[in-house]
């Protein structure tokens, strides 16, 4: 097929060529323009070819075209990936009723639909010398020389077309085959073939091929058919295939030997896709790290063989930050969070292959014993509520070759007793290589893993695979378990599978290799393990990064990234109808959240209780969110290497104050915890609530020396509470009485540099918290500030506050809330004391320790301090209620079908074009009465006559209203002078109950809306909170 460009409007098509047509393919055109005025919206025909008009269209590329992989915005554009350079690495299954070539991408390039300006570079040239994901422009001045040439611009789609065209994509040649699926899995299906039936697993392009899988389901069953058989639509997975075909001794009865063909085919999920150190574990949906299932596939004139093992990350929340070297380290960030996502994971895995035997390869050295031992623990837990299916075999890799070389561990592997008995109770899928019926199904796998699941992974899964194809060929030739050539090829193969998911994770080749190939460990082998580990070393910590973000724009992680849409006005309705009914498919709950801010003056925990702190109230909340500031004193060696052990003793102090408190009635686990020098933040959360929290992840960001120290900065964890988002921040900002500008631009550089994976910042989230040292001062004189606050005068003291003067002002803050400041300056009090700072320089006091927020969901209910006095500041709270948004998926799709049947089906006589111009979805007016017409106006109905309202009489004549709305009745608090008790104020302020309005029901007639009085419109601010509740 060939790409042709057509302009007014800029058009492309995709047409089938005369070869494609003499091979039987239907004579065929798609064709793509962006919709008018949209960079994510495209327009899709599927045309007859004679009825294209191409004779003012312009050829792309001179090169055939092999098919689409889908359309993709980035930069405001919108582009067209098509492939246009693939080899055939060769049929899997030759004997099969349908072959089952596979094809490996070498090339491809991105097209624009809406705009003329990538046209002229030479993305259609010659094949891409894939350079490093670091500073293209370097690239560029190293080819082009240096001096005052200007380097060209480089295409949006760049880093995506290195990823793809790298050589480790591939796809069906054949459009009946589906190269995402296991040979057991294809063959079991029921249903007649269709293209539509992948392992979403896998298929890596599905986030850019969505909408034309879409466009491809509206069609008609004969234009699908025919779509299809052009292969216009081409998905693909990546990871490894390899094939090769070798003859085999035959029968005695006849001297012509037996073609066979073993093939390889490696499966990389993209779920949890990523780099090596940018991605580690598992995520809340049970995705691990460079998850691959790997089938091995032999294949003779009468039997076909499939067994498959799969890898992954250790199902873990964990991670390894920092530049990492050849002692890497590494943290689980949810010790105690992570049973639900382990569970998942398995119980995924148990769902599509059966009991699974994990086979964990980690050795003896310090960071690999700690994930060992929470491996095997959380495998203990699991089995109680997964079942005896799972189990769990803990091998020594390095230890084995260490006392026997790697010739020990194919012995020792081999007689592991759970693993020779699950070899044999697993077995393997046989079919019948004529008419594809499965004689035997596999029962199980073993899923094997080291710390990148690479090197030591794909040698143990050579040697699983081994050890079951010679299981099978003593059922069907015994004499060929001893076939040179036969395992001289699998070992080949099984090397160049290491090196190729080697390279896609950690950028080299896979070590011990030549031990796979040749069976011997050699000197060139040892050489080329060194030169490999530290170009992994390298590659890992200062390319990986621009990688990361092109793997995740490609899958659709970026959280600002708009999946293209196909234009279509009935699923556009159905889709706005959806919106504005997120209440019939959702429902809310409310939690509490307790929030609190310490500078700890680096001091380590105390006899002082901490209950006063995190237990101002009664109630237990469900999320604490604890923010500290200098938890380690700030010196210069702290500031190079910071020593965690401080926070790990705040974090059991913390732990034991939660399980030791009166009236315990739950308990509370340490979710996530994260650490930038003195500044860290902690959250727990109720051990019943962490199945339904997910996407909990931590980053950090300096502000000190200019971005280059960590003695100021800023930590954030951000997570999902069902449906909804909470973002909660600690920062550290500059010191200095006069030093507002400086806070100031801390404050923005952490707006604008702290991010979460997936493209996530700050203001992605819904809710968003701050509980920092922002430092802000009082700019009064000393005595001054002293007397006022003695006097509780916080008018007085908040009118020279300078974070609200800043907040006035526009420049820091912008769109956030804090509550009353009805407490004395936190800072600085002199230790073990009541009073402020006697020292030497005498600190001005001020409210230097603050609580801010955002999010129309979020009710401030309590805002105060406790009375701790091991630090120089005091600790301050807030209680918050939240609404928590909880999505019924299910529910949301019987309501989409509900929708499009109603919108597609049409009355006799009714016109569906005329049915779609008059459906319109509106927000509801609940406040405003009908409008009037030439009948009727909206205030003249029978309980109303001519407009007359009768007011409403109180009745209870004792309730009596001054004559000054402003005045308080004698009897009420607020009328006193302030107290010094908080707990007295905030009683009479009833915080803990906020009023909300309550709109009385609407009283009905036959006809119409009866008029109302005169109609009120709610205030702003709750517009905006029930618009942001819907939206939730």
């Known amino acids: 097929m060939y790409l042709y460009l057509g302009e007014s409007p800029r058009t492309l098509y995709l047409v089938t060529s005369s070869q494609d047509e003499k091979r039987g393919c239907p004579a065929r055109a798609l064709v793509f323009r962006a919709a008018q005025g949209s960079s994510s919206q495209a327009v899709v025909e599927f045309l007859p070819k004679d009825q294209v008009d191409l004779s003012n269209a312009v050829?792309?590329?001179?090169?055939?075209?092999?098919?689409?992989?889908?359309?993709?915005?980035?930069?405001?554009?919108?582009?067209?990936?098509?492939?246009?350079?693939?080899?055939?690495?060769?049929?899997?299954?030759?004997?099969?009723?349908?072959?089952?070539?596979?094809?490996?991408?070498?090339?491809?390039?991105?097209?624009?639909?809406?705009?003329?300006?990538?046209?002229?570079?030479?993305?259609?040239g010659d094949p891409l010398a894939t350079p490093s994901y670091g500073d293209t422009s370097d690239v560029y001045m190293r080819e082009h020389g240096s001096g005052t040439t200007t380097p060209a611009p480089e295409h949006p789609c760049q880093s995506l077309r290195k990823i793809i065209s790298a050589g480790t994509f591939y796809y069906a040649m054949e459009p009946q085959w589906d190269i995402s699926s296991r040979l057991q899995r294809r063959l079991s299906r029921s249903e007649p073939w269709d293209a539509a039936s992948y392992d979403d697993r896998f298929v890596w392009n599905e986030f850019i091929a969505k909408s034309l899988l879409d466009f491809r389901a509206r069609l008609d069953a004969h234009e699908r058919a025919e779509l299809d058989q052009c292969q216009f639509i081409v998905l693909a997975i990546q990871g490894y295939v390899g094939v090769c075909t070798l003859a085999l001794p035959a029968p005695p009865t006849n001297g012509t030997p037996i073609i066979a063909t073993i093939s390889l085919i490696s499966r990389l999920g993209w779920k949890r896709s990523g780099t090596r150190f940018n991605t580690r574990g598992v995520d809340d949906d049970g995705n691990c790290a460079n998850f691959v299932e790997t089938e091995t596939i032999f294949s003779t004139d009468q039997h076909c063989y499939s067994y498959v093992q799969v890898r992954g990350s250790v199902p873990l929340f964990w991670e390894q930050q920092g530049l990492q070297t050849f002692g890497q380290r590494i943290q689980i960030t949810r010790p105690q969070g992570s049973q639900p996502a382990f569970d998942r994971h398995f119980a995924g895995l148990v769902e599509e292959y059966g009991a699974v035997h994990a086979i964990n390869l980690l050795g003896t050295k310090e960071n690999e014993t700690i994930l060992t031992a929470a491996y095997t623990r959380h495998m203990q837990i699991a089995r109680n509520s997964v079942g005896d299916a799972i189990g769990i075999t803990n091998f020594d890799f390095h230890n084995a070759v260490k006392y026997g070389g790697h010739e020990s561990v194919f012995r020792e592997v081999r007689r592991l007793e759970q693993v020779s008995d699950n070899i044999e109770k697993f077995g393997f899928a046989m079919a019948d290589a004529n008419t594809n019926e499965i004689i035997t199904e596999q029962k199980g796998v073993f899923r094997t893993n080291c710390l990148d699941c690479l090197d030591r992974t794909n040698f143990v899964q050579d040697i699983l695979s081994r050890t079951a194809l010679e299981t099978f060929l003593a059922h069907i030739r015994r004499e060929w378990i001893h076939s040179g050539s036969l395992w001289s090829n699998h070992g080949e193969l099984w090397a160049e599978n290491g090196d190729a998911l080697s390279r896609i994770y950690a950028g080299t080749g896979a070590l011990n290799t030549s031990f796979t190939r040749s069976g011997k460990r050699t000197l060139g082998g040892l050489l080329s393990d060194a030169t490999k580990s530290v170009s992994r070393a390298y590659i890992n910590n200062f390319q990986d990064k621009g990688k990361q973000v092109a793997i995740d724009m490609f899958v659709g992680n970026l959280s600002t990234q708009r999946q293209v849409t196909i234009f279509d006005p009935i699923h556009d309705?159905?889709?706005?109808?959806?919106?504005?009914?997120?209440?019939?498919?959702?429902?809310?709950?409310?939690?509490?959240?307790?929030?609190?801010?310490?500078?700890?003056?680096?001091?380590?925990?105390?006899?002082?209780?901490?209950?006063?702190?995190?237990?101002?109230?009664?109630?237990?909340?469900?999320?604490?969110?604890?923010?500290f500031q200098e938890i380690v004193p700030l010196t210069a060696q702290q500031i190079v290497q910071t020593d965690p052990e401080k926070k790990r003793v705040w974090e059991a102090k913390i732990l034991d104050t939660l399980d030791r408190r009166p009236n315990k009635k739950c308990d509370y686990i340490l979710l996530r915890s994260h650490q930038l020098v003195g500044t860290a933040l902690l959250v727990l959360v109720k051990k019943e609530l962490t199945a339904v929290i997910r996407n909990v992840e931590a980053a950090s960001h300096k502000t000190g020396l200019r971005g280059m120290s960590g003695n100021k900065g800023a930590v954030g964890i951000r997570l999902e509470y069902h449906d909804t988002t909470f973002c909660f921040l600690t920062a550290h900002l500059a010191a200095g009485h006069s030093n507002v500008l400086e806070r100031n631009a801390d404050y923005r550089t952490i707006v604008n540099g702290l991010h979460f994976l997936k493209g996530k910042t700050i203001d992605s989230h819904q809710n968003v918290i701050w509980l920092a040292d922002t430092n802000y001062r009082i700019d009064l004189d000393n005595e001054r500030v002293r007397t006022l606050a003695l006097m509780d005068d916080f008018d007085g003291l908040l009118a020279a506050d300078q974070l609200r003067r800043a907040i006035d002002d526009g420049e820091v803050f912008n769109g956030y809330q804090e509550g009353p400041l009805l407490f004395q300056p936190t800072y600085k009090y002199d230790l073990h004391s009541d009073n402020y700072d006697t020292g030497e320089k005498m600190r001005i006091p001020a409210w230097t320790d603050r609580i801010l927020f955002k999010g129309n969901s979020l009710d401030l209910t309590v805002y105060s301090r406790a009375e701790l006095k091991c630090s120089d500041h005091r600790p301050v709270f807030a209680l918050f209620r939240a609404e928590v948004r909880i999505i019924d998926h299910a529910k949301r799709a019987a309501l989409q079908k509900l929708l499009l049947e109603n919108v597609t089906s049409t009355a006799p006589g009714e016109k569906l074009d005329e049915k779609l111009a008059n459906l319109t979805f509106t927000p509801k007016e609940h406040d405003l009465p009908p409008p009037s017409s030439d009948e009727a106006a909206w205030w003249d109905d029978p309980e109303h006559p001519n407009g007359i309202m009768i007011p409403n009489i109180r009745r209870n004549g004792s309730q009596t209203r001054s004559s000054n709305p402003f005045d308080s009745s004698s009897e009420s608090s607020l009328s006193s002078s302030p107290s010094s008790s908080e707990e007295e104020l905030y009683h009479a302020l009833s915080l803990q109950a906020p009023i909300t309005p309550v709109q009385p029901p609407p009283t009905t007639t036959t006809h119409r809306r009866p008029a109302p009085p005169p109609p009120t419109r709610p205030s702003k601010p709750d517009t905006d909170k029930e618009e942001l509740s819907l939206a939730a």
Request: charged share 15%.
């Open 59 to 124: 050829k792309l590329t001179p090169r055939i075209v092999k098919g689409c992989l889908g359309l993709v915005s980035i930069a405001n554009d919108m582009f067209l990936a098509v492939i246009v350079s693939a080899t055939e690495v060769g049929n899997t299954r030759p004997s099969s009723p349908t072959p089952e070539t596979v094809v490996q991408i070498h090339d491809v390039n991105f097209y624009c639909l809406t705009s003329p300006l990538w046209d002229d570079l030479a993305l259609a």
């Open 573 to 627: 309705s159905v889709r706005a109808a959806l919106e504005n009914r997120l209440v019939e498919y959702s429902t809310t709950k409310t939690c509490t959240i307790f929030v609190g801010t310490w500078n700890l003056n680096g001091r380590p925990p105390s006899s002082e209780s901490l209950l006063p702190w995190l237990f101002p109230r009664p109630s237990a909340p469900d999320i604490f969110a604890l923010g």
